[in-house]
């Protein structure tokens, strides 16, 4: 074989960045198919991570008044999510790899988290009057 060309050092460089990754970079975007009718909020969120093979942490009294809407087609986690909580006045932050919480737009702030991945949902919904707050975690 001859000297390596420049063609080669560059895809030796790109195969090496793609190994670099973090595994769920890749986890994010991969399209799943969603079947989640409008229902409930905490019935919705347990049945989109039960879909979405992911933890979701939420309070069921901050969730208690919200009605999530319907999300049927393929979409990555955080649109499906994304779309899921859309006029519910709630929003979600990536605490980990697959693992999510669910917060009042009050509550979502990066100054309170200190998290990177802050996702608000813009609209008109309410969040949940204040009360005892207990936690659910659907599990994968």
């Not at 087609?73 to 994304?82: F, V």
């Not at 917060?103 to 204040?130: F, K, M, V, W, Y």
Request: aromatic share 4%; with cysteine; glycine share 12%.
């Amino acid at each position: 074989m001859g000297k390596p060309t420049q063609l080669h050092r560059l895809m030796l460089a790109s195969l090496l960045a793609i190994a670099a990754l973090p595994a769920g970079c890749s986890e994010q975007a991969t399209l799943r198919r969603f079947d989640v009718p409008r229902q409930p909020a905490a019935a919705g969120l347990n049945e989109f991570a039960r879909q979405a093979d992911i933890t979701l942490v939420f309070s069921y009294d901050l969730v208690a008044h919200a009605v999530t809407g319907e999300l049927r087609g393929r979409y990555s986690i955080n649109q499906g999510l994304g779309l899921l909580l859309t006029g519910t006045g709630l929003g979600y932050q990536q605490v980990g790899q697959g693992v999510f919480t669910v917060c009042g737009h009050s509550s979502c702030s990066p100054d309170q988290s200190g998290a990177g991945n802050l996702h608000r949902i813009e609209s008109t919904g309410q969040g949940a009057a204040p009360g005892k707050q207990k936690q659910k975690e659907a599990k994968r």
